[in-house]
């Protein structure tokens, strides 16, 4: 096994070994390469335990304090599901200070691999062509994957992992075949992903548990996880179980609408509506006085579009021909939608 692996910043490159940080805080150019510093500094110190951010997206941004021993067990679980050997090539342009970036740099440090740090936006620049494994959200890759020149870089990845936000389907076939593309599930708590499922070239409808973890369900639908180290994680995500390793996501239970009974899931709603709507939007519940609540699409915009009823026929129709009737969108509605910290979308409240 190689020493250790190269960080390679815009200004220049550096061993991934703890004398060589001082080095690395002289290249970095922005914040995010700062960040990165930061992240490899605390792995490297003498403390047992590492803070991970929580992204805030259901609740107030907080600290998780993990161990050391179980992170590089998290990392090294990685490293080996996509056979990450020594001196691999993978690209970070995910913020470090949330826990999918900071894994990210991690990965390189236990697997000595060679990590190259770019701007976290929405469209990625990358010095190298050819990578092993590159980690973005599905926005980023969305971006790139409808540019020319950034869709033909990326037919020369191997491996492609989408985390942060659900990936819709719609834009993947225009992925080289060749490009291996997974959805990740996890969260801070259980230390980045702990489940994935391949979604291009071939669309897999559940996640896979990484070895060594296993879910199951509670009474209410709620995702339940069993970490190696037997620790027990309940989340707010609902699922369908298949087996102990196996399960189909189907939302999140705080985002269930009641809409006449009718338990709707809006993320399997969105599903189905985004190869129809090209701008960023959301399906929420509303109060009704007859139904308790009842599902609305908001699309961003700031203000209604002027072929807004001619939309609102299209849409109308695929609601009538791809959803259960008590699960369409009563309600559309062009408005500002917030972002988290993080950069996910807010459902209004």
């Known amino acids: 096994m190689m020493d250790s692996g190269m960080l390679h910043f815009a200004n220049g490159s550096v061993p991934l070994k703890p004398d060589s940080m001082s080095r690395a805080l002289e ?3 922005g914040p995010w390469e700062v960040n990165v510093v930061q992240v490899l500094s605390s792995w490297w110190s003498s403390s047992d335990t590492m803070e991970m951010k929580t992204s805030g997206s259901t609740g ?5 304090q993990h161990s050391k021993s179980a992170i590089e067990a998290s990392a090294i679980r990685t490293l080996q599901y996509f056979q990450l050997s020594p001196g ?3 690209a970070l342009a995910m913020p470090a200070e949330f826990v999918g970036g900071m894994m990210m740099v991690i990965r390189a440090a236990v697997g000595a691999l060679e990590l190259e740090v770019v701007e976290p936006k929405l469209m990625p620049s990358f010095s190298k062509n050819i990578m092993d494994f590159v980690a973005l959200t599905p926005a980023q890759a969305r971006a790139m994957c409808a540019s020319k020149k950034h869709g033909q870089q990326m037919g020369q990845w191997k491996t492609l992992l989408l985390g942060g936000a659900p990936v819709l389907s719609d834009w993947l076939g225009g992925l080289s075949k060749e490009l291996k593309v997974y959805e990740s599930f ?3 708590e259980t230390i980045s992903h702990f489940a994935v499922r391949q979604v291009a070239p071939i ?6 548990c990484l070895p ?3 879910v199951s369900s509670e009474s209410n639908g709620a995702l339940s996880v069993q970490l190696p180290n037997q620790s027990m994680v309940q989340t707010n995500d609902a699922v369908e179980i298949v ?7 189907l939302g999140r239970l705080d985002d269930v609408i009641n809409s006449g009974g009718v338990k709707v899931h809006p993320s399997a709603i969105a599903a189905l509506l985004s190869s129809n709507i090209a701008e960023p939007f959301v399906v929420y519940g509303r109060p009704h006085e007859g139904l308790g609540e009842e599902v609305v699409l908001r699309i961003h915009a700031q203000e209604e579009p002027h072929d807004a009823d001619r939309r ?3 849409l109308n129709h695929v609601f009538s021909t791809s959803l259960p009737r008590n699960h369409a969108p009563r309600s559309i509605e062009w408005k500002p939608m917030e972002k988290t910290r993080s950069g996910k979308w807010k459902s209004p409240r």
């Not at 107030?60 to 998780?64: D, E, F």
């Not at 669309?203 to 896979?208: G, H, P, R």
Request: aromatic letters at 10%; glycine letters at 6%.
């Open 312 to 314: 609102r026929v299209e």
């Open 27 to 29: 290249l970095a150019s």
């Open 212 to 214: 060594g973890i296993e």
């Open 243 to 249: 087996n102990s390793r196996t399960f189909r996501w």
């Open 203 to 208: 669309l897999e409808d559940a996640f896979q």
């Open 186 to 188: 996890g969260m801070t």
């Open 60 to 64: 107030s941004p907080c600290l998780i």
């Open 88 to 90: 691999a090539r993978i």
